[in-house]
């Protein structure tokens, strides 16, 4: 099972992206992900500190 960490670039805060585990302090978000030769990895979706995410464009 392969896990992939997405963080924010240049965020605030270090993410936690040692472990197979969801337990940074952004809460990331678990995706399934389907990979190249159909096996099913893990997308950890991680979540900026900042509020990029709800600044108005
Ligand atoms: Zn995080």
Do not use: Y
């Amino acid at each position: 099972m392969t896990t992939l960490h997405v963080t924010p670039l240049g965020d605030q805060v270090d993410h936690d992206t040692s472990t197979a585990e969801a337990d940074c302090v952004c809460g990331p978000e678990t995706r399934p992900a389907l990979q190249a030769g159909g096996s099913v990895g893990w997308l950890l979706v991680h979540h900026s500190l900042d509020g990029r995410e709800h600044a108005s464009p």
